[in-house]
């Protein structure tokens, strides 16, 4: 018999490798242990991951082979992935990319862990990430930067870059991300890969280290829609442990996937192909659109005004919810502890300046003024007008369209150290992201082209709880592009 | 508004944060920075429209008051910097 020479496991996607497993073409056991190696030799350069689990990911794989051979496999079952060192795992180091919890090993699972366990996938490990989930460029990891597949100069995005850049170097078919602010989107953008950052209360934060509790939200990444509809599919749904989870059903996102675009009408933002966005990136986008036209969907300009008023908002609201969050920190109970404290006082003070890096220093103490006394109104109060005046433009646009489209990110991927010291010029960055967040709305980024050698990614928002239409969207595209098939040179 | 030295001590003093003095004047020009990216909210007349606390304007759910978390004292204790006899170690607070 004379096959072709097959595709080798660690090129194919998640959909692919559910279907070879149910065929038997390979174990977990083998396919696991094929991208241990590729982790092995392409992480030291790339450090996509904090943390490599090898010998459990090998335990999980042969009970996942157990399982299929008993007859119990679903999509998942066998199906490694990595997480986002954001979501605790039980026994393994949690360190959200900061020296603060360094040590930290999570006394029990987050609810995604939980869920992604009981479909059957396989932890590989644990990726980098910018430190608290608080940046956009994966410099700011205690843990040193990510770099980028597709120019080994430039950032992967952030905050979940080491995610983003694993997946884009074939080390793993998909991992867990987390986005606050543009933390999925603007590094699957940066790295030519998908992903979607779910309806605010989608999917449980439970055991998801809090940045900005109002924001904060996991999702999946991978290469395709359809991947990530199979990952979805299964974190998503109501968690009694998170007071904010909605309980309502989980549509069947890969049912969903082939729906025809005929008759679609996606919204283009005017404030998203103006002042600061690069050409090349708006030449890119436009293509996409265009093809979106020939699937037989109608492009109407719509205008979201108060579009410029999301980063300052954003620099209010999530700094608060930060300084909030991270007062939990103190040296206690659990994480970093400064030597010798003379006194209370002291030990507080000095195992936070030294457990934490300076970006999360600065969004703290920013965040600390804007809700002291006497500042309250003219700063926290305002920035949560702000965002009705904003969650409002999104609400009357999709009295009109079924979805909006524009760029994620208003430039490719730029250069390690380019933005380090100046963090207004990086919070930028994030300029079509953080809308999106405030109004809690789902946003999936997926690959669109590229200029010169760096990827360009193209977003698409959609109307609370239509997760199904954007995964779908974005199939429709990818059935008939070969963006999201692109490896970068060297992998 | 343009903080100074003298300010981001007392902010910092607030966060529990040990900033140097030798970091302040960089963190005085960071946070005057970022203010003034945040204060360009004050171009816009926010008059009467409701503060937004949640994406979906939804109330936090209550539970049951009823025990819902196994006791794992032992777990928790073991990943604490300090501890003795099943206490959490602090400097002295009290003469």
């Given amino acids: 018999m004379n096959s072709p020479t097959p595709v080798a496991l660690y090129q194919r996607t998640i959909a692919q490798l559910s279907a070879g497993l149910t065929a038997g073409e390979f174990s977990s056991e083998e396919l696991t242990r094929a991208l241990l190696d590729r982790i092995e030799r392409n992480n030291p350069q790339l450090n996509a991951f904090i943390t490599v689990t090898a010998e459990a990911a090998l335990a999980q794989a042969r009970a996942a082979d157990q399982r299929r051979s008993q007859g119990h496999a679903g999509p998942l079952t066998g199906i490694p992935i990595a997480h986002k060192d954001i979501f605790c795992t039980q026994g393994v180091r949690t360190s959200c990319g900061s020296r603060m919890l360094d040590r930290f090993i999570a006394p029990y699972n987050a609810t995604v862990v939980e869920r992604l366990n009981a479909a059957g996938t396989v932890m590989l490990g644990k990726t980098n990430m910018d430190e608290f989930a608080m940046g956009s460029s994966n410099e700011t990891s205690f843990y040193g930067p990510v770099r980028n597949p597709w120019d080994l100069n430039a950032v992967p995005g952030g905050s979940s870059g080491g995610s983003a850049a694993a997946i884009a170097a074939r080390l793993t078919p998909g991992a867990t991300g987390t986005d606050t602010g543009g933390s999925i989107r603007q590094p699957a953008a940066l790295c030519g890969i998908t992903g979607i950052k779910p309806t605010y209360g989608r999917v449980s934060r439970w055991g998801m280290i809090a940045y900005a509790s109002s924001l904060d939200q996991g999702g999946p990444m991978a290469r395709t829609a359809e991947d990530c509809a199979l990952l979805l599919a299964a974190m998503a749904g109501f968690d009694p442990r998170d007071s904010t989870c909605v309980d309502q059903p989980v549509p069947d996102y890969v049912a969903r996937l082939n729906q025809p675009l005929a008759g679609l009408k996606i919204g283009l933002p005017k404030e998203y192909f103006g002042e600061g966005l690069d050409s090349a990136v708006a030449a890119v986008v436009e293509t996409a659109i265009a093809e979106y036209r020939r699937q037989g969907a109608e492009t109407i300009e719509i205008s979201l005004p108060n579009s410029q008023l999301a980063i300052p908002a954003y620099y209010v609201v999530a700094p608060a919810e930060c300084s909030s969050n991270l007062a939990r920190f103190d040296g206690v109970r659990y994480g970093h502890r400064c030597e010798n404290p003379k006194d209370l006082l002291d030990l507080y003070t000095r195992s936070r300046a030294e457990g934490f890096g300076a970006e999360v220093q600065r969004r703290i103490l920013v965040g600390t003024f804007a809700l002291s006394a006497g500042y309250y109104d003219a700063y926290y109060l305002k920035a949560q007008q702000i965002r009705r005046l904003i969650s409002d433009d999104f609400r009357r646009a999709f009295e009109q369209v079924d979805v909006i489209a524009g760029p994620t990110s208003p430039t490719v991927a730029f250069n390690l150290g380019e933005k380090v010291d100046d963090p207004i010029t990086m919070y930028l960055s994030d300029i079509y992201t953080i809308a999106v967040n405030l109004a809690g709305l789902p946003g999936l980024s997926l690959p669109a082209g590229l200029v010169g050698q760096r990827p360009v990614g193209l977003q698409l928002i959609g109307n609370y709880f239509a997760e199904h239409r954007l995964l779908n969207v974005a199939h429709r595209y990818q059935q008939v592009t070969d963006w999201h098939n692109r490896i970068p040179t060297g992998f | ?95």
């Fill in chain 2, 1 to 95: 508004m343009s903080l100074g030295v003298a300010e981001v001590a007392k902010i910092a003093h607030l966060a529990r944060l040990a900033v140097r003095a030798e970091d302040a004047p960089a963190y005085a020009r960071n946070l005057s920075a970022i203010l003034e990216l945040v204060e360009q909210m004050n171009a816009v007349d926010t008059t009467g429209v409701a503060p937004m606390a949640h994406p979906l304007d939804m109330a936090q759910r209550l539970r049951p008051d009823e025990v819902a978390e196994p006791e794992q004292r032992a777990l928790f204790q073991a990943i604490a910097p300090r501890v003795e006899a099943g206490l959490y170690l602090v400097p002295k607070v009290i003469e």
